[in-house]
């Protein structure tokens, strides 16, 4: 990555509030920038109420932002003229969902649900359709006989297949995860993480990974977000950010996992945070997390901390280093 | 140690339009005076029906025992009447449930909800009630008490609702606690907190836990003892160091190797366990988990395998352990020599 390259998504200075009454404003995402290249895996961390959910709905314009812009391949996604420039981004970027219970029409089958969004982006023959379907319903590890069926009579894991498969059927090249595994079991889980790295491998895809367990982020990504109440607190390449966190929140975060490992895991030495995270609404114009910090000092309590940088991508939101 | 709680081939299943759910079939164990005992398996392997059992929790009808005994301090839990069980529910054996959002009261304020459990019994009068309810808050690690103690559920948070959930549990001054998930609905930040409560009130109080989860992680970090469930038995039971070091069931081989830590390196590919787990409304007559085992043999899928004892506290049930099967080493964990970690 010497030379200069466009990012596919360049995110600049997203902001997305939600107004709740006249006095109080939910902002959920504040004055987040970050850019994903072609072909990379970037994951989103990040405890509940921290924003990275909202973030990647905007970006697939699930929502739309109260501020700043998302730019796909160098042009504004939300500023669309007609339909088929609408289209164009639609079919290009997709969603995997958290819940694979709710994100499925119970009164579509398999083949509707997949079939759906071909059908709309092309003009297809219903036998070149049901081809189509069956090639997809294979790459997720499901088969023609599903086809027919409701969402009811699958598993966690094979909804979440479907909702892959879903995702898929318009041959997108971003696709955003939110949280793609942690409704399932353990021993599903790693085979959905498998699927989807083969997945990326086979068709060069680019993912967004949204997720609270930082081991799977570690293992699937090859940049690392890392959030906390609507903004980014720290970035960096995933080996770097597990070897080398900076920020003091990233480090709480990572000393909290609990490890699958019994001498580890009671060995281990954590840092405690004390208090939960504040509330999102009409939070107060400093570092958002000077309230549990163990070295917050006057200023943090001052002005909202830029992020700086820390060479080759890792960028810290701190004023204390 | 003495055991406090013996449970014996203990079999429970449910009555269902589809027919017969056989959730539990035939579960021993026991439960020792102030040890962790973890209980770890995937969702529908018959944990929570197991936890609840020990409570009578389960609706019967439909639910229904088929076999079994329960013995609590040499008492039968499985033949007591409802008002029999409510003196030990709540007050001998508390229950942390998984959701903290939904299974406080949203109606009650938090101070009445922990003193409940003495209102029937008439043991205290009004102050007295509301000295207990404030030492345990303060005990469960939720400073401003005075002012908690008449708050509703909905204006606390996740963290903050399982620790009033913790403080229910706890003010009956019980001798086992069991935990159904207290951690799943948490962030990690806040897991490791309540995680931290939970072991530091174990030590003071010297009270037993019965810990319910899918997370190995969770296990690692507070149990001594480990029942690894699958299809409604337990595969394999040990101290916490022999499930993750020398494992000797495929099954929780498979589950470690399934789980993405911090030292899987990224081009490593996990190794999922293929497959879905069976189906309880007629469960396989051989071994439940013969259908998902690479190393299954001919026997697996015909009869369940013998429990086989391995050390004082470490059996499996698994056919590889006879002595016609093949010697085959499963994966584990490796221990980290003890320098590494400091």
């Known amino acids: 990555m010497t030379v200069e390259k466009q990012p596919l998504i360049r995110v600049q200075n997203l902001s997305k509030y939600f107004q709740l009454n006249k006095k109080e404003t939910l902002k959920a995402v504040e004055d987040v920038s970050f850019d994903i290249y072609e072909g990379e895996t970037v994951g989103l961390v990040g405890e509940s109420g921290c924003g990275k959910s909202t973030t990647g709905r905007c970006l697939v314009k699930l929502y739309d932002p109260t501020k700043g812009t998302v730019l796909y391949n160098g042009k504004d996604i939300f500023d669309v003229k007609n339909k088929e420039e609408k289209l164009e981004y639609c079919k290009n970027t997709q969603m995997i969902f958290q819940n694979p219970y709710s994100s499925l029409n119970p009164r579509m089958t398999v083949k509707d649900i997949v079939g759906e969004g071909i059908k709309l982006h092309e003009k297809i023959s219903d036998r070149e359709l049901d081809e189509k379907i069956e090639t997809l319903l294979k790459a997720v590890g499901l088969n023609r006989d599903h086809m027919s069926r409701f969402p009811h009579e699958f598993s966690g894991g094979q909804r979440q297949r479907i909702g892959i498969a879903r995702a898929l059927s318009v041959n997108p090249k971003f696709i955003v995860c939110d949280e793609p595994i942690s409704a399932l079991d353990v021993s599903i889980q790693a085979q959905v993480l498998n699927m989807l790295k083969k997945l990326q491998k086979d068709r060069g895809l680019t993912f967004l990974f949204i997720a609270h367990d930082l081991s799977v982020v570690k293992y699937i990504s090859d940049k690392v977000i890392v959030m906390y109440l609507g903004m980014i607190v720290e970035q960096a390449d995933a080996e770097e950010l597990y070897r080398n966190p900076i920020h003091p929140y990233t480090k709480a975060l990572l000393s909290a996992i609990p490890e699958a490992d019994p001498n580890i895991a009671k060995n281990k030495q954590r840092i405690m945070l004390k208090g939960e995270i504040p509330s999102p609404i009409n939070p107060q114009e400093c570092c958002r997390f000077a309230e549990r910090c163990a070295n917050a000092k006057s200023i943090c309590r001052e002005s909202i901390p830029p992020l700086k940088s820390y060479g080759n991508f890792h960028k810290v939101a701190c004023h204390m280093i | ?342």
Not at chain 2, 199 to 212: A, E, F, G, W
């Open chain 2, 1 to 342: 140690m003495g055991k406090i709680l013996e449970v014996k081939d203990l079999s429970f299943s449910f009555c269902t339009y589809g027919g017969i759910v056989k959730a539990v079939r035939g579960v021993d164990f026991d439960v020792n005076e102030g040890e962790i005992v973890g209980i770890v398996g995937e969702s529908g392997c018959g944990k929570s029906v197991t936890a609840q059992c020990l409570v009578r929790l389960n609706p019967e009808p439909p639910g229904f025992f088929e076999n079994g005994s329960i013995q609590y301090k040499g008492t039968e839990i499985i033949t007591m009447t409802d008002k029999e069980m409510r003196k030990i529910r709540g007050v001998e054996i508390g229950f942390i449930f998984q959701d903290p959002m939904t299974s406080l009261n949203p109606t009650m304020k938090i101070g009445k909800q922990i003193e409940e459990i003495f209102v029937q019994r008439n043991m205290y009068n009004k102050k007295e009630l509301k000295e207990k309810a404030l030492e345990i808050l303060k005990l469960v690690g939720i400073s401003d008490g005075e002012r908690r103690y008449n708050q509703y559920p909905h204006e606390l948070s996740g963290g903050m609702k399982q620790r009033v959930m913790i403080a229910i549990a706890l003010v009956g001054n019980p001798s086992i606690i069991i935990a159904d998930e207290p951690t799943t609905s948490l962030d990690v930040t806040i897991e490791a907190q309540i995680l931290d409560l939970l072991r530091d009130l174990q030590k003071k109080l010297n009270t037993s836990i019965i810990l319910i989860t899918h997370d190995l992680g969770v296990i690692a970090k507070m149990c001594d003892r480990v029942l690894v469930m699958y299809g409604g038995k337990i595969v394999e039971r040990g101290m916490v160091d022999d499930i993750f070091y020398n494992t000797k069931h495929p099954y929780t081989s498979g589950l470690l190797g399934s789980i993405a830590s911090l030292e899987t390196e990224k081009d490593e590919e996990l190794e999922p366990i293929e497959g879905t787990p069976p189906d309880l409304f007629s469960p396989p007559a051989g071994c439940p988990f013969a259908a998902r085992c690479e190393y299954a043999m001919e026997i697996c899928y015909q009869a369940m395998p013998p429990e086989y004892q391995l050390a004082d506290n470490h059996t499996t049930m698994c056919w590889l352990q006879h002595e016609y099967a093949k010697a085959i080493d499963l994966p584990c964990k490796k221990k980290l020599k003890n320098e590494v970690m400091q």
